[in-house]
């Protein structure tokens, strides 16, 4: 009765050492890249003269803002309803414009 041999290289182990070196890769870039974002910045803002700031914050500030005003400007209540008087388009494939129906 033969034995069988078992592969030398799972699925599995590929997997757990991808995972394993793509953590690492990011762990490296964040350490390297940490320091950057320590530096301070001035911010003025309409003529107000903001206390200097890590870049860090600035950059956190300024994502926080765009999501709020994301967040403001989306109407969540909106029914698209056809109603009598407004166009309705369709995309023509050939005239590669959007023509009235």
Request: one cysteine or more; charged letters at 10%.
């Amino acid at each position: 009765m033969p034995l069988k041999r078992k592969p030398l290289v799972t699925f599995e182990g590929v997997a757990v050492i991808a995972v394993v070196l793509v953590i690492v890769v990011l762990a490296v870039l964040a350490l390297e890249n940490f320091a950057p974002l320590m530096i301070e910045v001035p911010l003025t803002v309409f003529g107000w003269h903001a206390p200097a700031l890590p870049l860090g914050v600035v950059v956190l500030l300024s994502c926080l803002l765009g999501a709020l005003l994301l967040w403001l400007s989306a109407d969540n209540h909106v029914e698209l309803t056809c109603q009598k008087g407004n166009a309705v388009y369709r995309y023509h494939e050939a005239a590669h414009s959007y023509v009235r129906v």
